[in-house]
């Protein structure tokens, strides 16, 4: 995910949907009606008091599970015309990829309506979990093809969402990119890997699905198999390989060339 039209950049969400307002969240009657096993609503209202706080964090702790599984189903809407909930984020929540910042809701479904109307973009999840009391992190591959210029944008990256033990809705957001080491806003870096994507048509030796991208070499799920290519070509000297085995990933040379990885698995979240 990332990106912004700020800054030149992207991020993925998407369009806000007629009738869903970013101000929902101040609104009972748009909570959504899902149940945890306790029988607690998935998007309560804040509550006055304090009592009723607390009781709402010991409700879910260490147990995030019925979040996990809401962006397991609302992720799929990221680019379509429903659209994710933005009830389920407080009208507050920090956005950050490392060329795109925002500090509300309105501003990040901006992006991804801004995403939406340039490019034709594809999300894919791999996998999800909870991975703090109130923090939830999922991995992903982001496809973008700009129309009229033939060009095609890939990132591979990690998010990471923070949740208000007193909302139970997500707060923050903060994605990093797999290709790029500097993932503070604004990473020099990251915008001219967005640029030099722009610049060049894509390989055809890059076909498939892209499950892992680096600055040297992508991951790639194509024919039955999954195989690591060059980002730059296979010149005499290129370092891809030596980044292969610096990223702990074992390989093998196929009869028709090809870097096979028989055993990949992605990055731990």
Known sequence: MWGSARALGMKHISPQQPGRSAGAT????WIRQRH?????TLFPEPRPTRSKTLHRRAAFKNDRSDLVEFLREDLDHLFDDQGIDVRAYDDRVLFRDPITSYNTIQGYVSNIKFLRT???????????KQTGEDEISFRWTMDMVV????RELVFTGTSKLGVNPRTNRFCSHIDTWDAVRNQEYFS???FV???GQLTVQRSEALRGEVL????????????GRVVAVPVGGDAPGSPW???????????????????VLDEFAFPPL
Do not use: C, W
Request: aromatic share 6%; proline share 3%; glycine share 6%.
């Open 36 to 40: 945890s096993p306790q029988g607690t």
């Open 188 to 190: 020099l870096e990251a």
């Open 147 to 150: 129309a009229g210029i033939d």
């Open 26 to 29: 101040t609104t009972a009657s």
């Open 193 to 195: 890997h967005m640029l």
């Open 118 to 128: 340039i490019f034709r973009p594809k999300f894919t999840l791999h996998n999800i």
């Open 241 to 259: 390989k030596a980044a292969l085995d610096r990223d702990g990933l074992q390989f093998r040379v196929a009869s028709d060339g090809a870097v």
């Open 212 to 223: 892992l991208k680096r600055d040297a070499y992508e991951v790639v799920q194509r024919d």
